[in-house]
């Protein structure tokens, strides 16, 4: 390409970026978007290295070399306190990327809810199934966490003396250790990763339908509703961080498998950072809400059914929207 149909063709967008750089310098109100900001500087960077790659003339390199060193000035400076970039992950980031990669998502519920529903129906029609994917003493323990007669739901019997603090700490190492395990399960070509949803979706399907079929429905029921909206979907999309890993090793396409894998853990690691910090709400939920034995089990359906709406809302409305942008 001759250099008068290079600069006819990138003009527009320099003289944008060169726009931007002008109202970021200067002291006046910001009045527009800046979200393509780095999208422009990325392509001003890649025009004046194609630009010095074919010796076009040093004027235009001089230009583009300005643009280039401005756009890293002001790229840097406007970075912004860490707890607005905390909120920027929570409010587009993180709803971003999930619904970007919302077919590997989707895989991953798959993956998980489809053994926890066929695992479910076999435990409650068919009780002694519970015994393939657990011991006698685990059904044991379950069944003492949930009896209508124990003041500490969901505890085990060597917890049941524990603070609420300290129960808040052991679920927040325990659902940690599962979602992180999901996702490095993805360095194994994927297979760790389906392995984890598959066996978590039998596990807890399993006990849902036992216990089901017990008769603790409103113990179990009332107890896991307030926090499996926040703890199930973040364990599928450590899940499908984790399968990102895996894509990019079974399929690199024309790079190398290290370069393919560089190029997918940018967005495998925002899914499982906030895949965590799902996580980690749903072990405040467990500890602080959901044992109280004072809130009746109708009150809990209702505000498990309205944290699974509303998160269903956050990535479709927060994702969906930011995506389209």
């Not at 529903?117 to 199934?129: C, H, I, K, V």
């Not at 560089?262 to 959901?290: I, P, T």
Request: proline share 2%.
């Amino acid at each position: 390409m001759k250099q008068q149909q290079f600069e006819s063709q990138y003009q527009a967008t320099w003289q944008q970026f060169e726009e931007m750089l002008d109202e970021l310098e200067s002291s006046k109100k910001i009045s527009r978007s800046m979200a393509s900001f780095p999208a422009l500087y990325r392509a001003v960077c890649s025009h004046y290295a194609i630009a010095n790659e074919r010796h076009y003339s040093s004027a235009l390199c001089g230009v583009l070399h300005s643009l280039a060193v401005r756009g890293q000035r002001q790229l840097y400076r406007h970075r912004g306190h860490w707890l607005w970039r905390f909120a920027h992950f929570l409010l587009f980031g993180f709803p971003g990327v999930v619904w970007r990669h919302r077919g590997v998502v989707l895989l991953a519920l798959g993956l998980f809810w489809l053994p926890a529903f066929a695992m479910g129906l076999a435990a409650y029609w068919f009780p002694d199934s519970i015994y393939m994917i657990t011991d006698g003493y685990n059904v044991a323990q379950f069944e003492t966490m949930y009896d209508p007669g124990n003041e500490h739901l969901g505890r085990r019997e060597n917890r049941a003396a524990e603070s609420n603090f300290a129960m808040f700490g052991y679920y927040i190492m325990n659902n940690v250790g599962i979602g992180f395990r999901t996702f490095a399960g993805g360095m194994l070509l994927g297979l760790g990763s389906i392995f984890f949803l598959v066996f978590n979706g039998l596990q807890i399907g399993g006990v849902a339908g036992y216990l089901t079929w017990r008769g603790y429905i409103e113990t179990f029921w009332g107890f896991v509703a307030g926090h499996s909206a926040f703890e199930l979907t973040a364990i599928c999309i450590c899940g499908a961080a984790g399968l990102l890993l895996g894509k990019a090793l079974w399929m690199p396409g024309r790079l190398s498998r290290m370069q393919s894998l560089r190029a997918a853990a940018k967005d495998a690691v925002q899914l499982l950072l906030g895949g965590m910090l799902l996580l980690v709400m749903a072990a405040f939920v467990e500890a602080y809400w959901s044992p109280l034995n004072s809130v009746p089990a109708f009150v809990k359906y209702v505000v498990g059914a309205s944290l699974w709406l509303l998160l269903i809302l956050y990535f479709v409305v927060a994702g969906g929207w930011r995506e389209s942008r």
